[in-house]
Nanobody, 127 residues
Framework: VQLQASGGGLVQLGASLRLSCAAS????????MGWFRQAPGKEREFVAA?????????YYADSVKGRFTISRDNAKNTLYLQMNSLKPEDTAVYYC????????????????????WGQGTQVTVSS
């Protein structure tokens, strides 16, 4: 199982970016997929997750709610994170992650709930 994140870059305050995470090795349609980020000197933190439970459900950290949108294209086995109105505090390495389980609320924000991780893509927002 491999996850390959891409789409990061250097942008200015208020700009947008779309991150992609290409998954291979398994069919991920029923997986819980997530995005996390890690800023220098800080712990890895939850950003967003998407889960299949009859319908697709999405979940966000309060810090990104209303600005970021997580989505997936099962036909392409690809996860996305559309990031709008970017702020300097969004600067971090962004990681995609996957779990074969339908993670419940208390789990999906936890780093150790996910079994598979991408290599990370750097997002830098300048002011």
């Amino acid at each position: 199982v491999q996850l390959q994140a891409s789409g990061g870059g250097l942008v200015q305050l208020g700009a947008s970016l779309r991150l992609s995470c290409a998954a291979s090795g398994r069919t991920f349609s029923r997986f819980t997929m997530g995005w996390f980020r890690q800023a220098p000197g800080k712990e890895r933190e939850f950003v967003a997750a998407i889960r299949w439970s009859g319908v697709l459900n999405t979940y966000y950290a309060d810090s990104v709610k209303g600005r970021f949108t997580i989505s997936r294209d099962n036909a392409k086995n690809t996860l996305y994170l559309q990031m709008n109105s970017l702020k300097p505090e969004d600067t971090a390495v962004y990681y995609c992650a996957a779990s074969p389980l339908a993670l419940i609320t208390s789990q999906r924000r936890l780093v150790n709930a996910y079994d598979y991780w991408g290599q990370g893509t750097q997002v830098t927002v300048s002011s």
